[in-house]
Structure formats: C-alpha cells, structure tokens
C-alpha cells in the first residue's frame, strides 16, 4: 500500500475527507469526525510508516504509540488521535499541497513519486517518529513469547517427517539441524530488535522526549 492510498484512509476513516465512510471509525450520523485513526503497519518499513505518521499530523493526527485496547493482540496496532486544532492544520495543509491524497505531492516528501523521499525540512522530525514508532514496535514483539515458537518449531518438523514417511535416523539430523536453525534466528532477531530499541531510546532521551512507557 503506497502512503497517498493509507493517507485516504485515514482521511475517509476519520471523516476528514467530507464524504460518509461505511468503516468502523467513520462519522456518525451527526457529520461529527472521529478522536482516533487505528492501524498496524502496512509496510515492511518501519521508516515508511514514520513519513506516514509525519503526514497524518499535518492532517491534525498525532502518532500516539501503541493502541491501549489492542495491547494484547497477536499483531501491533497503533493509534493516532485527533489533535485539537486538527481542522484547521487539514485545512492549512489542503491549501498548500492540493490533491496529495490522489496524486499531488505529500506534504515534506520530495516531489517524484517513487523512492518516496523526506524533505531535509522535515527529516528531523521523521526521525524521531521512527525512534518512537521502533521503541513501541519492537517493544510490543518483545513482549511476545518465544515458548510456543520453540515448541512448535521442532513439532512441525517431526509432524513432516511422519506425514512423509522419514521418520529416520537421516531425517531426524536434517529435521533438528534446520529446526535449530530457525531457532537461532529467531534468538538472533531478539537481539536485534533489543539492541536497536535500545538504540531509538537513547535518540529519544538526547531529543528530550521520554522514552515510551
């Protein structure tokens, strides 16, 4: 999904676009806007989804960290609320980048569409989007638990090889040497994401703002 399509999103979901919305999050029946936009991220970049988050405050709708209700869900989902002057930053932000929900530029991107590049004015507060987005992020897989992941592993592996008929010595050694390997990249990846929160929360620290909770 490309930024432009999830900023409609946004915008429909929250009413902001002027047109009824048959979504959850859309208008009642009074014409009022929504305080909230909730979402996972839908890039396999967490930088991308910070240049999301920079745009959707131009909008007047702040990145807030991890949604409170849905804290215990197997993927992370993440909030962002209306701000109180999120009418007129909409209005504002219309004037000087018209249609950037449909094909205009994005407000602090680079003009060319595709790689969609920050602007050196707004790459600042990009990057601290991204330290907050990764702190919340990986915080929440921190969370999760490796247990049923080193269970379940070897269990698949034992499952194929009898469903396959090699339930042998052979097999057995290529089943463990490829279910440990998973299992060290799992364990890897921990590590990383530890190390790299821990990285994103000093940023945070030296910018002044406080580490998410």
Do not use: C
């Amino acid at each position: 999904m490309s930024l432009r399509r999830h900023l409609g999103k946004l915008l429909r979901a929250t009413g902001e676009d002027g047109r009824p919305s048959g979504s959850a999050h859309a208008p009642g029946s009074s014409g009022e806007t929504v305080a909230s936009f909730t979402t996972e991220v839908p890039w396999p970049s967490l930088r991308k989804f910070a240049q999301f988050a920079y745009i959707a405050e131009q909008y007047g709708y702040r990145y807030s960290g991890l949604d409170p209700d849905l804290r215990d869900s197997g993927t992370p989902f993440f909030v962002f609320r209306r701000l109180p002057d999120a009418g007129e930053r909409a209005a504002r932000t219309r004037g000087s980048f018209p249609g950037a929900p449909e094909n205009g530029r994005l407000p602090g991107m680079r003009a060319w569409p595709l790689p969609v590049l920050t602007l050196p004015a707004a790459r600042s507060e990009v990057k601290l989007l991204l330290a907050r987005i990764v702190v919340d992020y990986y915080g929440a897989l921190g969370r999760q638990r490796m247990r049923p992941w080193l269970i379940g592993i070897p269990v698949v592996f034992l499952l194929f090889l009898l469903v396959n008929g090699e339930l042998h010595a052979t097999g057995l050694r290529v089943a463990a040497g490829m279910a440990v390997a998973l299992i060290v990249v799992l364990t890897a990846s921990r590590v990383f994401m530890r190390r790299r929160r821990a990285t994103y929360r000093r940023l945070l620290e030296r910018s002044g703002l406080g580490p998410p909770p």
